[in-house]
């Protein structure tokens, strides 16, 4: 069966930095996007960063020249860095595999900065 599973979540101190890791199982991963989504509490989930098939990516403008996101196909994972957390980074971060719609989600990694 089709399995998502974060990891690399935790608190940090708002400068700090965090590596998130999404490993896919259950499909043929090279040939989904993929992507980091983000949910704070009492917000709408919103998309974070996406990586198409082919390696083009694309950010939202919030966390743009902070965080990048890649993708290893060989190991099945894709990864989202990020760099000089602020507060408002605070949220559940989940990933997101997609080729038809709805897609795959993951269950969430808790990411937690500090003023």
């Known amino acids: 069966q089709v399995q998502l599973v974060e990891s690399g979540g935790g608190f940090v101190q708002a400068g700090g930095s965090l590596r998130l890791s999404c490993a896919a199982s259950?499909?043929?991963?090279?040939?989904?996007?993929m992507g980091w989504y983000r949910q704070a509490p009492g917000k709408q989930r919103e998309a974070v960063a996406i990586i198409t098939s082919s390696g083009t990516t694309n950010y939202a403008g919030s966390v743009k020249g902070r965080f990048t996101i890649s993708r290893d196909n060989a190991k099945r994972t894709v990864y989202l860095q990020m760099d000089s957390l602020k507060p408002e980074d605070t949220a559940v971060y989940y990933c997101?595999?997609?080729?038809?719609?709805?897609?795959?989600w993951g269950q969430g990694t808790q990411v937690t900065v500090s003023s």
């Open positions: 259950g499909f043929t991963f090279s040939m989904y996007y």
């Open positions: 997101h595999a997609y080729r038809t719609s709805p897609g795959y």
